[in-house]
Every structure is written in C-alpha cells, then in structure tokens.
C-alpha cells in the first residue's frame, strides 16, 4: 500500500525536478497495479492463516489457504 501511495510523490519528482513527462493513463495504471497487488496480499495473508491456535502454520500457508478458502467459500 505504501508503494501504492508513494507513487504519486514519485511520480510528481519525476515530472517537475528531472523533468520527465509522465502520461496521466501511465500512473492511474501504476498506482491501480500497485493497490491491487496490496489488496490481493492481504487477502491471501488473511486466507493463508492457521486459523487454529494450537497449530502451526506453513512457510507461506499454500496448505491453510486452501483449507480456509473451502471454509470461506463454502455455501450454506
């Protein structure tokens, strides 16, 4: 999300101090990329939690993740 905000600074230090023109569809595209890979990260962080506290978790959680999206997914 950082990124995601720190975009537009950047993206006004490259245009007025070097000078560079950047096109206005060029940092929507960059600044929407940005936030969407944040979004999409936390998501699978919330999804690839061990929601059970007595157990531990993976490295990067491929196992709880699809154990949590069954849950998650799962109709009632």
């Known amino acids: 999300m950082l990124l995601g905000f720190g975009s537009g600074p950047a993206a006004y230090y490259v245009s007025k101090v070097l000078k560079v023109e950047i096109l206005p569809a060029a940092l929507y595209t960059l600044g929407s990329v940005l936030f969407g890979t944040a979004a999409l990260g936390a998501y ?21 993740f699809q154990r949590n999206w069954a849950v998650y997914t799962k109709k009632k």
């Open 44 to 64: 699978y962080g919330f999804l690839s939690a061990s929601w059970d506290p007595a157990e531990r978790g993976t490295r990067l959680g491929w196992e709880e």
